[in-house]
T-cell receptor, first 114, second 112 residues
Framework: EPEVTQTPSHQVTQMGQEVILRCVPI?????FYWYRQILGQKVEFLVS????????KSEIFDDQFSVERPDGSNFTLKIRSTKLEDSAMYFC????????????FGPGTRLTVL | SQQGEEDPQALSIQEGENATMNCSYK?????LQWYRQNSGRGLVHLIL?????REKHSGRLRVTLDTSKKSSSLLITASRAADTASYFC????????????FGKGITLSVRP
């Protein structure tokens, strides 16, 4: 069964460093998302991406964040200058066309900023 | 209450018992979804219920939706130890771009 994959599973970085989190969505899906979950808290929406552009972003998704779909398969989240409060689990998700479709989540990348 | 707020926050039951979890939300929704998360793992989609539906079943899961009360419930029948996990309701708002808004989740512990 097709699944969303994410790499790396765990990323440790120093404050101020750039990180790139990678995702491979399910191949025939059209909508792509990033969410994050700070330890012990709820899952929060970051950004949605459709037709090669951002369709919606949250207040969390400031200028330090960017997303890209550089080829037909990868979907990346870049954090330019990481802060301690960026430490969280980052989930990628994708879905087919209709709003009534479920979103399929990847296993997540645990980002630790020291 | 916040959009997608579950109760109780934690639930502990004996294997074989039924588990009922509730979710309330504030604004009009397109659909409501329930997800499960095992400790430290990703989110697994359980069931989606549309705003014009009142009840859905999937295996041992039963979900109800009451749009007049802006609430949903997830019932897991004949629970198993393997059902131990966190459960989240997530809403897709009417007119929204399909993003999911999650509640804080319910921690379910099923004792063998």
């Amino acid at each position: 069964e097709p699944e969303v994959t994410q790499t790396p599973s765990h990323q440790v970085t120093q404050m101020g460093q750039e990180v790139i989190l990678r995702c491979v969505p399910i191949s025939n899906h059209l909508y792509f998302y990033w969410y994050r979950q700070i330890l012990g808290q709820k899952v929060e929406f970051l950004v949605s991406f459709y037709n090669n552009e951002i369709s919606e972003k949250s207040e969390i998704f400031d200028d330090q964040f960017s997303v890209e779909r550089p080829d037909g398969s990868n979907f990346t989240l870049k954090i330019r200058s990481t802060k301690l409060e960026d430490s969280a689990m980052y989930f990628c998700a994708s879905r087919p066309g209709s709003t009534y479709n479920e979103q399929f989540f990847g296993p997540g990348t645990r980002l630790t900023v020291l | 209450s916040q959009q997608g707020e579950e109760d109780p926050q934690a639930l502990s039951i004996q294997e074989g018992e039924n588990a009922t979890m509730n979710c309330s939300y504030k604004t009009s929704i397109n659909n409501l979804q329930w997800y499960r998360q095992n400790s430290g793992r990703g989110l697994v989609h359980l069931i989606l219920i549309r705003s014009n539906e009142r009840e859905k079943h999937s295996g041992r899961l039963r979900v109800t939706l009451d749009t007049s009360k802006k609430s949903s419930s997830l019932l897991i029948t004949a629970s198993r130890a393997a059902d131990t996990a966190s459960y989240f309701c997530a809403t897709v708002l009417t007119g929204a771009n399909s993003k999911l808004t999650f509640g804080k989740g319910i921690t379910l512990s099923v004792r063998p």
